[in-house]
């Protein structure tokens, strides 16, 4: 009986297969997609570093900004609350206050046209066109790792090589690679990291980034870190190379408009 069971044993193991790449991704869209609304409910701090290196490694500068971002008239706003560590000159705190105001003002008037393309509007670079994962790219199943006790999928995306680019935005996807953290649980990129790999995006081949959420009590996924390491080419002589790393804390509800849809903290990357 035992050698029995050691036989039927056998089968199960060599059946085993790994996940189905394409099918995780399109499970995690529309994840991805009703977090915005719920993530769009927190206000938080942002702490953002700039620094720029020598080929050697060593520092050569380095400022910071300290940024709130708050609830202004039913959506976020961000307000600079401190330099280089430390709090803004008199001058410059009046203006922050006068801006402030001024926005206010400005988004108690504007028509709900005005607010749905205030919204909607950038002007960053690069945004991952999450809602359009499995048509541009390629998934590919890597293995599992365990971040903070939660099991996470491990997903390598590529361009697709017969995809055609038809907007700026999907030509700018065609240079990067990314490896993406998907929780078993909740199916939501916890981790993200990515590499520009061709020859025609905006930024140096060879730049890294990789973002890192974080669960908050509720459920809702938020921005943990962002870090971009680059290497940026002038006059075709002088290489800065640099590292900027965006450090997001003390998330806590505001009352927000719950018709209106916040782009995806990813898109605020570049």
């Not at 971040?147 to 700018?172: H, I, M, W």
């Not at 971009?228 to 806590?252: L, Q, W």
């Amino acid at each position: 009986m035992m050698r029995t069971a050691i036989l039927l044993l056998v089968p199960a193991t060599l059946w085993a297969s790994d996940p189905d790449a394409t099918e995780l991704g399109r499970k995690s869209m529309p994840v991805v997609a009703a977090n915005r609304a719920k993530a769009r409910q927190y206000a938080f701090r942002e702490y953002y570093v700039n620094r720029q290196v020598d080929a050697k490694g060593k520092e050569t500068d380095r400022t910071t900004e300290t940024w709130e971002v708050i609830g202004l008239e039913g959506s976020l706003y961000r307000r600079l609350i401190l330099r280089n560590d430390r709090p803004l000159s008199a001058k410059e705190q009046r203006r922050q206050d006068q801006h402030q105001a001024d926005e206010a003002e400005r988004r108690r008037k504007e028509t709900p046209e005005q607010r749905r393309n205030r919204l909607f509007s950038f002007t960053y670079n690069y945004r991952i066109p999450y809602e359009r994962l499995t048509e541009i790219f390629d998934l590919r199943y890597i293995g599992d790792k365990e971040r903070e006790g939660r099991r996470c999928y491990l997903l390598e995306v590529t361009p697709k090589a017969d995809f055609q680019p038809s907007t700026d935005n999907d030509k700018e996807s065609v240079n990067y690679k990314f490896v993406f953290w998907l929780d078993a649980e909740d199916y939501f990129p916890a981790r993200i990291d990515g590499e520009i790999i061709g020859e025609h995006s905006r930024m140096q081949k060879g730049t890294t980034f990789t973002e890192v959420d974080q669960r908050l009590a509720d459920g809702t996924w938020a921005p943990k870190t962002n870090t971009i390491r680059f290497a940026v080419r002038f006059m075709k002589v002088h290489t800065v190379h640099g590292e900027a790393v965006r450090t997001y804390s003390d998330y806590h509800k505001f009352q927000a408009d719950s018709a209106i849809q916040f782009i995806d903290k990813m898109e605020e990357w570049h």
